[in-house]
Nanobody, 120 residues
Framework: QVHLMESGGGSAQAGGSLRLSCVAS????????MHWFRQTSGTGREEVAS??????????VDSLKGRFTISISQDNAQNTLYLQMNNLTPEDASTYYC???????????WGQGTQVTVSS
């Protein structure tokens, strides 16, 4: 059974930065893809970024390009997914979820989420 555990959420001021982490119970190389989603109360879950561990290919939702960066740890374990969030705005306040897919057409495996608040 795979476990994903997010951390790094909290409060930031507008214009500030936060780095979210997601530790997986196995190496990222065992997944086809890894993702960050966010969900605000009353809205659907929005994918914000993804990465293919096999070659590092990344994807970002257009509205966040240039401010958010997804990456995978380069230590021996390579089991930590990051989301560097810069120049935060109040609209970035949300619960952020880490997800992973073991194969291209498989289901998403989810973490429990970490909350981000941004004050103006």
């Amino acid at each position: 059974q795979v476990h994903l555990m997010e951390s790094g959420g909290g409060s930031a001021q507008a214009g500030g930065s936060l780095r979210l982490s997601c530790v997986a119970s196995r190496s990222s190389s065992s997944f086809y893809s890894m993702h960050w989603f966010r969900q605000t109360s009353g809205t659907g879950r929005e994918e914000v970024a993804s990465i293919l561990p096999r070659d590092g290919t990344t994807w970002y939702v257009d509205s966040l390009k240039g401010r958010f960066t997804i990456s995978i740890s380069q230590d021996n374990a390579q089991n930590t997914l990051y989301l560097q969030m810069n120049n935060l705005t109040p609209e970035d306040a949300s619960t952020y979820y880490c997800a992973a897919r073991p194969n291209q057409y498989g289901i998403y495996l989810w973490g429990q989420g970490t909350q981000v608040t941004v004050s103006s």
